[in-house]
């Protein structure tokens, strides 16, 4: 049975790895809400249809039994501490349940001073990966069914967190589909890069689902908001798309943690999280920095070195 | 050869920069009027965004230009506009346009003659390389989308029959197109 089982680790995690997560979610929860060290728990309750999961805030132990991880726990928790959601953290301590790219997010805002860490409690879960979009939803995840950003997943253990869920857990061998796409465009001639994002940008209805659901778009004015004067138009027309992306993936340069939820929630599936990554990647390049591994002080935008690269500047 | 005269967006910043420019023209140095200058407090106040807007409303080339390392009047102004050029360039690259309608350049107030050279070389590039079509293409296709709208006498948009050619000898969107390349 055992050889059977590290088989079968590496080619699909079965349900049992997420029971035993959800057994030491629940058992942490209902620990911290019963010494009364935090208000609350921000983290997953099973959905209303079967394989399907929801963000929840839980205040009692009842309710903290009923927590879950799963591979349908696929949304970024932190955006419940930013916000609208803000009013959250004023009650007092929270617990948070973090897979590894949460994890990031969470270490961003700090960076940022959105959220202090001693106003958390965070339960971090090593994360084999969740699921993707329009996937068959069958309790066990293999390769058919992992979401495109957790194949090239670099934070499986997350850093950082108060306790951690989970022992070691990953698929083998995951061909890495956002880097050989990135590698393609970047392969293409500027033409052809051009009408590439051209084609994706023109479907944006403009709903704005993308900067909703990141944590790292919590300004309370957006600049693309503003009409006095208009720097993006708003509607969703071509021109206001390209700027409106173009922004997007410029505010988040090195700030940006990979959760994709952006591209999760896209209605009009934009690959937004390739240019997230292609972002990510430059800013490792240029500055070697990488966002959201622990908090640090300044991002690599905010500040400087008399000696960076100023080959392009005549 | 492309028979057309460049329009070239400068954004630069009024303690060295500007007063380069400045310093050229009292001067009297000449170069290519093609430049249109926008005075700035300094690069660090130098959004992206103006980049984008400046395409897009019909700039073939853009300049951003300020003060030399070390000498911005705001001490590290420049250092961080240097950063966010640096990441706004790769991301302009990968969404595939061409960098070389973008320069970016240190003039100080004494370097009269640099602003010159800068400018020419800029301007005389954009001139062999041609127009810029790429965003001026997409407010177009905005615009054609409500000329057509209005051809078809509709209100709502959604059932366009007026096809393209028929749309561009459309009075006025000729003169509405114009108004933006």
């Not at chain 1, 249809?49 to 929840?56: E, F, L, S, V």
């Not at chain 1, 956002?178 to 033409?191: G, H, L, V, W, Y």
């Amino acid at each position: 049975m055992n050889a059977k089982a590290s088989k079968n680790q590496l080619t699909s995690i079965e349900p049992a790895y997420y029971e035993a997560v959800t057994e030491a979610i629940r058992k942490e929860a209902v620990k911290i809400l019963k010494e009364e060290t935090v208000v609350g728990v921000v983290g997953y309750l099973p959905g209303r249809r079967k394989g399907t999961a929801t963000p929840a805030l839980v205040t009692s132990v009842e309710e903290a039994e009923k927590l879950i991880f799963s591979p349908a726990c696929v949304n970024n928790l932190s955006v419940y501490l930013t916000k609208a959601k803000k009013g959250v953290l004023k009650q007092g301590k929270v617990g948070i349940v973090a897979k590894g790219c949460d994890m990031r997010a969470l270490a961003g805002l700090m960076t940022e001073s959105q959220l202090q860490r001693e106003d958390l409690f965070i339960i971090g879960v090593v994360c084999p990966g969740v699921y993707g979009f329009g996937v068959e939803r069958t309790g066990t995840l293999t390769e058919a069914n992992i979401a495109r950003k957790c194949r090239e997943c670099t934070v499986h253990m997350p850093e950082g967190a108060d306790v951690a869920a989970g022992t070691h857990a990953e698929l083998a061998d995951l061909t890495p589909e956002e880097a050989e796409e990135m590698a393609r465009i970047e392969a293409m001639p500027q033409a052809e890069r051009w009408a590439f994002w051209k084609e994706h940008f023109s479907r944006c209805i403009r709903c704005m689902a993308c900067r909703q659901v990141c944590p790292f778009c919590y300004c309370e004015q957006c600049l693309c908001d503003k009409n006095r004067p208009q720097a993006v138009e708003s509607s969703p027309r071509p021109a206001g798309n390209m700027a409106w992306h173009l922004v997007r993936a410029m505010h988040l340069a090195g700030r940006c943690g990979g959760c994709a939820e952006c591209e999760r929630v896209c209605p009009m599936d934009i690959p937004l999280n390739l240019l997230n990554r292609r972002m990510a990647k430059e800013l490792k390049e240029l500055y070697d920095y990488e966002a959201g591994l622990a908090p640090v002080e300044k991002g690599p935008l905010n500040q400087y070195k008399e000696d960076d690269d100023q080959s392009f500047i005549k | 050869m492309h028979d057309f005269e460049p329009k070239i967006v400068a954004f630069v910043c009024t303690w060295c920069t500007y007063a380069g420019a400045d310093l050229a023209g009292t001067s009297r140095m000449q170069y290519p009027p093609n430049v249109r200058v926008l005075k700035f407090p300094c690069t660090g106040r130098i959004d992206p965004v103006f980049i984008l807007r400046a395409f897009q409303k019909g700039a073939d080339g853009v300049l951003v230009s300020g003060c030399h390392p070390g000498d911005c009047h705001y001490m590290a102004g420049n250092f961080h506009a240097r950063r966010r050029f640096a990441a706004f360039r790769a991301l302009l690259d990968f969404i595939g346009v061409d960098l070389n309608r973008l320069q970016f350049s240190w003039v100080s107030a004494a370097e009269g003659g640099k602003w010159v050279e800068v400018v020419t070389d800029l301007t005389e590039r954009v001139r062999t390389m041609g127009p810029m079509p790429e965003f001026k293409e997409l407010e177009h296709e905005e615009l054609w989308s409500t000329f057509a709208e209005a051809t078809a006498g509709k209100s709502t948009g959604l059932n366009i029959t007026a096809d393209k050619s028929q749309v561009l000898n459309t009075p006025g969107l000729k003169e509405a197109y114009d108004s933006i390349s």
